[in-house]
């Protein structure tokens, strides 16, 4: 068992409160207070170093939360409407500038779409599924060896 002068110099630091009003609790055990002291993590579950487990409340009102979250979300609309007014999207246009001459369009005939052969589109999608299969095998041999690299320097390091 550990003291009392040992419980005490680590409870006075790490004391939380109960959820539901209750006397404070040590941190790290089961003890409810300073004057029942919890036992040592070591001595919980036969010596075996498995610790036994506590509850640790909170002093976190949900409302504040709310209001906080609200601050939040005003400032950052707020900081998004200062940042447009500052810089808006669309560039407005200068006065005085000189105009620019016209320019003639010439419009040339151009032959009618047509579909490729289908030969052709089915040779496509065989090219389509050969790349696809080859950037596979690139990008395996890639990870592979990064991951064999990597053993390799961790078994150096290590050993």
Do not use: C
């Not at 409870?11 to 409810?32: D, L």
């Not at 010596?47 to 906080?68: F, P």
């Amino acid at each position: 068992m550990t003291s009392n002068a040992a419980v005490t110099a680590i409870g006075i630091h790490q004391r939380r409160r109960r959820i539901g009003g209750g006397p404070p609790m040590v941190a790290g055990g089961g003890g409810t207070s300073l004057s029942n002291p919890s036992p040592a993590p070591s001595e919980v579950g036969g010596g075996k170093g498995e610790g036994g487990g506590g509850r640790v409340g909170s002093d976190v009102s949900i409302s504040m939360l709310t209001i906080w979250a609200a601050v939040v979300a005003v400032s950052a609309i707020a900081l998004l409407i200062a940042a447009d007014v500052r810089q808006p999207a669309r560039r407005s246009a200068r006065r005085g500038r000189v105009p620019t001459p016209v320019v003639p369009v010439v419009i040339l005939p151009t032959p009618p779409y047509r579909r490729p052969p289908l030969w052709r589109r089915l040779l496509s999608l065989l090219e389509a599924g050969a790349l696809t299969v080859v950037m596979g095998l690139v990008l395996g041999v890639a990870i592979l060896a990064l991951i064999v690299t990597a053993f390799l320097l961790l078994g150096r390091a290590v050993g």
